[in-house]
């Protein structure tokens, strides 16, 4: 359940989208798509704006269709399953062309699937192969082949790391930053990850139990003083190499059930830092300076965004 989510992205930023499991970051993307499950997933209200295209929860399926995979493009969690087990990965690629540029010759679409797996560093060779004889970090080249072939507007790459060793993690993130640049492509980076986060994203979005509870530029996310208790101990939660310790400082609790969320803040009962107040009353989007912006009691005194 996603509660007064906000954010912008403009062209060619990366907004690194995090919080544990459950936090709603998944949720925020299917809902971007409209891929929600349809029979479980419903929007209520707000907008989705997307460049001249305005409001997309006002569009069709069939606009949604054409938008999809050209103009907005995903990379879902697990490669394993993304990619199809009994189709060449060749022939998947060429699906994009075929339903978004339908005015190709097979030539031209052919030409296209070799220049796009060149790109992320796949042989075009191999596009005969099936998915079983790539490794986990080539499916997952593939599938940012298959997502990057119509040069998308914007991605949404759902913790696309999340499958593969650091080596591969630090090839794979160079060469999405590379095609994003090459491409002027924006990037939604949803991880738990905060070492991907400051390594790779312009903007922050910190998510709690389906709402934002801090946003901002990355540098006021990993280098200002005041931050919300739950991004505190996200941070608490990182190992650090110049300091001596037994344990993690990890956060107490367990994110609340996303149907009986708790009243006043969502994360009064796992706070350190919880007031009275807090247990009663939700807590305004306090702007902290620039962008940064954080829905916490403890900075009440603050100016109050819109």
């Not at 936090?23 to 029979?39: D, E, H, V, Y």
């Not at 997933?41 to 054409?66: H, Q, R, S």
């Not at 190499?241 to 609790?253: A, F, H």
């Amino acid at each position: 359940m996603l509660n007064d989510v906000s954010f912008s992205l403009n062209n060619g930023e990366t907004l690194g989208l995090v919080g544990e499991t459950g936090a709603g970051k998944t949720t925020t993307a299917l809902a971007i798509m409209r891929l929600l499950p349809k029979r479980t997933g419903f929007i209520t209200g707000g907008e989705i704006e997307f460049a001249e295209e305005g409001n997309l929860l006002e569009k069709n399926e069939e606009i949604m269709k054409a938008i999809r995979g050209h103009r907005i493009s995903m990379i879902f969690q697990d490669p394993m399953t993304s990619l199809n087990p009994v189709i060449r990965v060749g022939e998947q690629i060429k699906e994009s062309f075929e339903v978004h540029m339908p005015d190709l010759s097979d030539a031209e679409m052919e030409k296209k699937v070799d220049e796009i797996l060149e790109m992320v560093g796949i042989p075009a060779s191999r596009k005969r192969e099936y998915p079983h004889q790539f490794s986990g970090g080539m499916k997952q080249r593939v599938v940012i082949a298959m997502a990057l072939s119509c040069e998308p507007e914007l991605l949404i790459a759902d913790e696309p790391t999340t499958a593969l060793d650091v080596t591969i993690q630090a090839q794979v993130l160079n060469m999405m930053n590379e095609l994003k640049k090459k491409l002027g492509t924006s990037m939604i980076l949803i991880t738990h990850d905060l070492g991907i986060v400051s390594q790779n994203c312009e903007k922050v979005a910190v998510m709690y139990a389906g709402s934002i509870i801090e946003s901002g530029t990355a540098e006021e996310i990993f280098t200002k003083d005041k931050h919300h208790p739950y991004t505190v101990g996200l941070f608490g939660s990182i190992p650090d190499l110049n300091k001596v310790t037994d344990r993690l400082s990890p956060i107490d609790g367990l994110m609340p059930d996303p149907m009986d969320l708790p009243d006043g803040c969502v994360f009064h009962p796992r706070c350190p830092k919880c007031m009275e107040i807090c247990k009663t009353k939700v807590p305004e989007t306090v702007s902290l300076g620039g962008e940064h912006l954080v829905k916490c009691h403890l900075f009440g005194g603050g100016e109050i965004d819109g």
